[in-house]
């Protein structure tokens, strides 16, 4: 491992070990990360997630919609999973993301408790692709997508 990839492994475990997120997958929870763990030979991170049940979040790929799982399936409350990522993952100052697609986190205390704020106020009617679009554009109008730089640079 370079002493750049050692240097961003050891910022992301400091950075984001144990912190509050948004979680952006085809969907929105609040999550907290834990167990954040490299393999620098494969160039390859990975962490677990458990969600903080939050009063109106659950949207898209996690609540009410195309999404769901039918109820045999569903995994019961709060979820909890590994996410991983390879040699494309990016992280900032207050946002981690897998790199090629798939999930983002968003640290920043001030996002992270507008979107608390937000999906508190939903009214019922309100369907899960219109709650997923007002979570992105929460995080957007609070700076949420910084400039990024690679876990493992070339």
Known sequence: MSSQ????????????????AIYVEKGALRVRVRNIRMN??????????????TPGLGVGLFGVGLF?????????R???????AGYLTTF?????????????LHFATRAVQAVVDLAAGWPA???WYDRYKEVLRCL???????????????
């Open 5 to 20: 990839e050692a240097a961003n492994c050891k910022q992301l475990r400091k950075s984001f070990e144990n912190q509050e």
């Open 40 to 53: 620098p030979c494969a160039r390859y991170v990975e962490a677990e997630v458990e969600e903080i049940l």
């Open 68 to 76: 769901v799982r039918p109820p045999s399936t569903k995994q019961a």
């Open 78 to 84: 709060p979820l909890r999973w590994v996410i991983g």
């Open 92 to 104: 900032s100052d207050h946002g981690w993301q897998m790199g090629y697609g798939g999930w983002s």
């Open 125 to 127: 009617h309100l369907d």
């Open 140 to 154: 957007q109008y609070h700076d949420a997508y910084e400039q990024s730089r690679r876990v493992f640079p070339e």
